[in-house]
């Protein structure tokens, strides 16, 4: 435990630091807690699965009151495992899946339906109407390609169908929230409903150039403003926790989407710096500094954070099935019995069999934004084995990866010398090495592969002075391993090439 002494009126007084934060993870397919201390380690974590919601082909939800629940269980566990308190804890960040849309009764504090999460295409009709109609208008506020993929569809969907939905919202008896405000109301039990510019950016209703919810967006679709929270910066002491018990009292003080906490972690403070984290989706994120940037190459532009009265902006690209794809292996092929088996499996070969699969679940992302695409398994012959597609599942996500930095390159006129690169797929040496050599530059594993959750605990430290500066924080940022190209360039080409032709064939499935 730290103090530092200040004076007023000649009287001295003393701030107790405690010497830990704590870091809650919603993600998409988990929900985890970390344990941080002040060098930025990890003393200890929690972790656990939820369900995975398909009530018909192409839509995804979520049980809301779930979420919680296995939030607030991975909590306990963490506390419990390094034996520390709430009297311990200096604050708690929240990190989270960002465009995945709740709709709660504000008196109960209960959902009114499942959770529409951002992997799910209902509203795929709704986008592409609204697209025709307004598409430049959305990007030009919003920083976003109208996709189903963001809030608002999702929200007007929500208010369209459940019954008395649109009533209960015009008489201000319901509350929307990504799941950051989701989490932040059932902990303050309902005292606060709050966002941040991070996640606020990723519904779709939010201007990025005022900071402010926008009207003309509201009204094309349709959502009142009335079940939208007030947008706070990242960083700040919002309140404190009510519930549950063993958390009580400890200050939520930083806010941030999961892919922004990402980049936050890993350090990307200046201008041009990138990250890209490996997650049930892949997400690279580039920070443009302090004024939105637009792309010609179809990434979007969307906020990083705000921290006091400074926003910093992102373009980031948008893989939907990343290691999503090695959940499909296990799930639904039954080819693997762990994710983790997928490694081993995947070597067992020494090459792909001409075999290549686009993993276009729900469409594919940047640089596509085609809703339609379907997945593909293209390059079968007698001699396909497992092993043949386990490794093209696996490279797939260095495929679209690749696809990202192309774009992100064209767009920055520049070309980046390495990538950083985080999240659970990264335990993978093969893929970081595939990697590599597709992209023909360094691949650099942070030491800390938590770094979302590090993002988050940083935001929130930062306001309690846990930490005094990104200066200090960049001191913690160490790698783990670089992995460097081992093919030449005219061999990543020939993949590439291979690959584009599977992508091609994908966007043609449905017209």
Not at 128 to 143: F, K, V, Y
Not at 358 to 385: C, K, N, S
Request: hydrophobic share 40%.
């Amino acid at each position: 435990m730290q103090s530092d002494h200040d004076f007023t009126f000649g009287q001295p007084y003393i701030i107790i630091i405690m010497p830990y934060i704590l870091a809650l993870d919603q993600g998409t397919t988990s929900s985890r807690t970390i344990v941080f201390d002040r060098e930025g380690r990890i003393a200890s974590a929690g972790q656990t699965e939820y369900r995975q919601i398909y009530p018909q082909s192409g839509w995804v939800e979520h049980d809301p009151e779930e979420i919680w629940q296995s939030q607030i269980e991975t909590a306990r566990e963490a506390l419990a495992k390094s034996k520390l308190t709430s009297a311990d804890i200096d604050a708690v960040g929240i990190t989270n899946q960002r465009e995945t849309a709740i709709l709660w009764d504000r008196e109960r504090g209960l959902p009114i339906h499942n959770a529409i999460v951002w992997q799910d295409r209902r509203t795929s009709d709704t986008c592409n109407t609204i697209r025709t109609a307004h598409g430049d208008l959305i990007r030009e506020r919003t920083g976003l390609e109208v996709d189903a993929y963001f809030s608002a569809s999702k929200i007007k969907w929500l208010l369209d169908n459940v019954p008395n939905a649109r009533s209960r919202a015009e008489n201000r008896e319901l509350a929307f929230g990504t799941v950051d405000t989701w989490l932040v109301w059932k902990l303050t039990n309902g005292n606060l409903h709050i966002t941040d510019p991070s996640n606020a950016a990723r519904t779709m209703l939010f201007n990025i150039n005022n900071l402010e919810w926008d009207d003309e967006l509201l009204e094309i679709f349709d959502v009142p403003r009335s079940i939208l929270p007030e947008v706070r910066s990242s960083s700040e002491v919002y309140g404190e926790i009510q519930t549950p018990n063993e958390l009580k009292g400890i200050k939520i003080a930083g806010i941030a989407g999961d892919q922004q906490a990402a980049l936050f972690g890993q350090a990307c403070f200046n201008t041009g710096s990138t990250k890209n984290t490996y997650g049930t989706g892949c997400f690279m994120l580039q920070n443009v500094g302090t004024k939105p940037v637009e792309s010609n190459n179809r990434l979007l532009s969307t906020i990083g954070w705000q921290i006091a009265s400074v926003t910093e902006y992102a373009l980031e690209g948008s893989v939907f099935i990343g290691g999503a794809v090695i959940q499909w292996l296990r799930d639904s092929l039954g080819i693997i019995e762990h994710s983790s088996d997928v490694e081993a499996l995947a070597a067992s070969v020494t090459d792909n069999g001409g075999v290549y699969f686009v993993p276009a679940f729900v469409g594919l992302g940047t640089p596509h934004w085609d809703q339609e695409a379907r997945g593909l398994i293209i390059g079968l012959t007698r001699g396909t084995g497992r092993a043949h597609i386990a490794r093209a599942a696996v490279e797939s996500i260095a495929f679209q990866t690749a696809d990202l930095l192309s774009a992100v390159n064209a767009d920055s006129h520049s070309q980046l010398m390495e990538l950083r690169v985080d999240g659970g797929a990264t335990r993978n040496d093969a893929l970081l090495q595939f990697q590599s050599d597709i992209l023909q530059i360094p691949v650099v594993r942070s030491k800390t592969m938590e770094t979302t959750a590090l993002g988050a605990a940083y935001l929130a430290g930062l306001a309690t002075h846990f930490w005094e500066d990104k200066a200090e924080l960049a001191e913690h940022w160490q790698y783990d391993r670089r992995f460097e190209p081992q093919i030449s360039e005219q061999e990543a080409d020939i993949l590439r090439q291979r690959w584009n032709e599977a992508v091609t064939r994908s966007l043609q499935w449905a017209k």
